[in-house]
């Protein structure tokens, strides 16, 4: 083959190359690859709901990198810290998380993380995003830590609220709050919801607050106090290990008063502590997100998805749904930066930015939060809260109520 055959042999596979380069999806071209830090604690209080919530967030980042990512150019790589729930331990960690990862976000866990983290971030210029409702000790105005929902005080003056008009009546709904001052975050859920109280008597008379240990062994004493007390409700919104303690005491005295759990220790998690839903028959769990009970809503079919194509093993569950909607609010806030900004370069400055720019609609989180609008004033939005309210009928969890309004609630 002489000399000037080879150059157009050479020329033809160029060509050839370059035409297919160009018709190429854009999975095979150059993919930004970005880091995210996750704050998990699978040996703590939460040992025996972390693996499930893990699973929902972790499903979601493997549907997004297959998707959404892949549209993009973009992959996100994440990598499991162990916390303990332990503020002292998250803030051990952090310089090494940061040197290891270079995060362009954290997605938390919850008071020690934002008691351990709150002064650090703004510094380093990381948002950290989280699954749970705020606190009112990380209410400031320029946040990096933020909720999709209020503050647990919003949520149970909201929750409360309800149940009174449910009750009927002009009288205060009397009300005990079980707490611990081992968090930060449990004694401001107390905290809070007892300012309120203070604000609106003739709503909510707060009979006894109980600040007992992490993990308490036995609670008759405190329960016989609270039922003698005439409480209506009581409001634990800690740790499956209070509610099963307070759960017995109230057995033990032969009262049935109404239990209002959160989301991470909701009914699913609390009722499996028990030994069976059913232990919780009439029971509450109300926060700002979708309730995972059996009506095939779109929440539920996405669920639905990534257990059938992106490998999600946890059921269906109020914890499975607060790793999903906390996967899905990161993603698309990210998602959000990119668009505004490019794939290349990104920051975590950007990705901040981007959750100021537009709303989180709906329709993006797939049902599972309502439209969220963030503005710099608080690290979560102040307009438009909502809880809904699930319950145990009949040993199944259903909706009880949806979009019930959350009262204006005061810093504390």
């Known amino acids: 083959m002489t000399y000037q055959s080879n150059r157009g042999l050479r020329g033809l596979l160029a060509a050839a190359a370059l035409a297919a380069a160009a018709t190429m999806p854009l999975k095979a071209q150059a993919e930004e690859t970005y880091n995210l830090a996750l704050l998990s604690d699978f040996s703590g209080p939460y040992a025996d709901i972390m693996p499930i919530l893990a699973g929902g967030r972790e499903a979601v980042f493997t549907w997004w990198n297959e998707t959404r990512g892949q549209e993009l150019g973009v992959k996100l790589n994440y990598k499991n810290y162990e ?10 960690l952090w310089p090494g998380i940061k040197s290891e990862l270079d995060p362009i976000a954290v997605v938390g866990l919850g008071g020690p993380d934002v008691a351990a983290l709150s002064e650090r971030l703004p510094e ?38 309800w149940m009174r008009e449910q009750r009927g009546g002009d009288e205060p709904l009397k009300v005990a709050i079980l707490a611990s001052e081992a968090s930060p975050a449990y004694v401001d859920m107390a905290k809070g919801l007892e300012l309120y109280a203070e604000e609106h008597p003739e709503e909510i008379d707060v009979v006894e607050v109980i600040y007992t240990e992490v993990q308490p062994t036995d609670l008759t004493g405190q ?6 007390a005439g ?4 409001i634990i919104q800690t740790n499956t290990s209070i509610v099963v303690a307070a759960k017995r005491g109230l057995q033990a005295n032969g009262a049935n008063i109404p239990i209002m759990m959160s989301s991470h220790n909701g009914l699913p998690a609390s009722g499996g502590a028990l030994g069976g839903l059913e232990q919780l028959e009439g029971d ?8 995972a009970a059996d009506e095939d809503t779109p929440a539920r079919q996405f669920y639905e998805t990534l257990v059938a194509d992106y490998g999600l093993e946890a059921p269906w569950n109020v914890v499975t749904a607060m790793g999903i909607s906390q996967g899905l609010y990161t993603v698309t806030v990210i998602e959000h930066a990119i668009e505004a900004n490019g794939a290349e370069g990104l920051t975590g400055e950007m990705v901040r930015e981007a959750l100021f720019a537009e709303p989180i ?23 438009g809260l909502k809880v809904n309210v699930g319950t145990v009928k009949d040993g199944k ?4 109520a949806t979009g019930v309004d959350v009262p204006q609630v005061e810093k504390w």
Not at 397 to 400: F, K, R, W
């Open 397 to 400: 969890i259903t909706i009880e």
């Open 83 to 92: 916390t303990r729930y332990d503020a002292a331990q998250v803030a051990s």
């Open 231 to 234: 409480a209506e409700a009581l």
């Open 284 to 291: 509450f769990e109300a926060y700002g997100m979708a309730i």
């Open 124 to 161: 380093d210029k990381i948002p950290m995003f989280m699954a749970t409702a705020a606190y009112g000790f990380a209410w400031q105005p320029d946040a990096w830590i933020f909720n999709p929902r209020p503050t647990y005080s919003h949520e149970s003056a909201g929750f409360l609220n």
């Open 223 to 228: 329960m016989r106090r609270v039922v003698r």
């Open 361 to 383: 609609t709906t329709e993006e989180t797939h049902g599972f939060l309502p439209t969220l609008s963030f503005t710099p004033e608080a690290p979560f939005p102040l307009e």
